[in-house]
């Protein structure tokens, strides 16, 4: 087990001291990161005592400590997961090989590469969700929302030090890059489509931290294979902390759809839109364009970028264990692509279709929580049912970008699209009328807005009505 230093300016286990011009470097990366923090992080709130859950270990038993903290005080630090005996390369052309604990030469701008878009995803979340504290549902949400955020703070942390401690100059540079680009900004946006859409209402912010942050999930499984083991060990650490943000959009998404169940069986009409909620209908429009949005992230369903990682070492396939072929050169992938305007079944290399290996297990899981909320409807008695859409549908990378889908998957044309493109897709008349449901924030213990129901269970072991931020309204 290593050991955990946490009485220094930067807590880790990477026996930081040992190097001085890496310490020195990243103390020096500090204030920098606080004052992106203080301008770009949750506005309002800054002073104030939230009940934060920080890292404090890597022992999965009590790797964490739960208390108030005031976010700019939050001991973000560096941890890897403990190293793994004689491990060797999970997959591809050096499978079985030792892994590397030094960044090989060829590799060098790949993984710099692959490392700082994994960076960037991080603190583009924080300064999507910088202004939701500001309409939350109760404290017990405000709370979530703030973890959610300092550890996506953490993460970036984690890249920021492989990039100082593995790239020299490059890596120094890249990491001050991170803390200038900004999410929506037509100058300098972030690396990624979907890590620069608005999140202005609470009900996508819970659709991306189930989506987008389970997008996030099989990356870093992806990245927990690579052959550059300090890079497996921080993404396998990432990981613990990642669970509780999918948990956040799961159970939000859920406490929406109870609530929107349970004001459509008070109205006559069966509108919970009438009753102040948010009806099933909207929620599946949001469902249907934040996971669109995130399957882009996983990249082309064909893709020499893919194979090479793959025959490199860079990325593996989620929990490679799990197959049988880590070398994969022989088999194939059936995919339908595009040809002379229709789709025809086609097999290609398995190594360029390791993106799309990727999506179908993240789709498969997104179907369980989707199965969750269904389930919770059922119960309520109301029948309606909440689907995943085509992976087709509403694509702007890939083989489907620019090509027009029904949910379905179908082929349609660009009339039929824009006619029904606002059955599917949130409109600005949608998004109005939610955002218009949480102009007020709840800001007393144990008390939620009228749109969404409580959690069953509070925070470590707390009540749901636990004071878990420590807020005064100006």
Partial sequence: MSSVVNDTRIPNNVDLSSDKRL???????????????????????????????????????????????????????????????????????????????????????????LIVTQGDT????????????????????????????VEEGRHLWAMVYLLHSYFGRDGREEAEALLERRSGDPDKPRILG??????????????????????GKYQLLALAESAFDPLSRTTRFMLTEEAHHMFVGETGVLRVVQRACELAKLDPNGDARAQGG????????????????????????????????????????????????????????????PRDGALRREEVALRTAMNEVLRDEYVEDCQRGVDKWNRTIAEQ????????????????????AGMRFDTDGALIDEATWQAMKSRWLPSDADRAYVKSLMTRPVYEPGKMAHWIAPPKQGIKGRPVDFEYVRHTPA
């Fill in 23 to 113: 310490q020195r470097a990243l103390e020096e990366w500090q204030p920098n990161f606080l004052k992106w923090w203080v301008e770009m992080g949750p506005e309002g709130f800054q002073q104030d005592d939230v009940f934060l859950r920080t890292a404090i270990s890597v022992d999965h038993e009590g790797w964490a400590n739960f208390d108030y903290v005031k976010m700019p005080d939050y001991r973000w630090g560096i941890f890897l997961s403990d190293a793994v005996a004689d491990r060797t390369i999970a997959c591809g052309d050096d499978y079985g090989k030792p892994v590397w604990q030094q960044v090989p030469g060829e590799h060098r701008n790949v993984l710099r590469r």
């Fill in 122 to 149: 991080e603190p583009a979340s924080v300064e999507q969700q910088r202004l939701l504290g500001q309409t939350c549902p109760s404290l017990y949400d405000l709370r979530n929302l703030f973890q959610v955020n």
């Fill in 194 to 215: 979907t890590f620069n859409e608005p999140c202005e209402d609470w009900l996508s912010f819970f659709m991306f931290t189930f989506f987008t942050d389970r997008d």
């Fill in 278 to 337: 948010v009806d099933l209908a909207t929620i599946q429009r949001y469902l249907n364009f934040w996971f669109s949005s995130s399957l882009d992230l996983f990249g082309a369903e064909v893709s020499s970028n893919a194979a090479s990682f793959f025959a490199a070492g860079l990325k593996g396939r989620a929990k490679e264990a799990q197959h049988t072929d880590h070398v994969a050169l022989e088999g194939t992938y059936a995919l339908d692509l």
């Fill in 381 to 400: 008695g109301v029948d309606f049912k909440l689907t995943l859409p085509s992976r087709r549908f509403n694509r702007a990378q890939g083989l489907y």
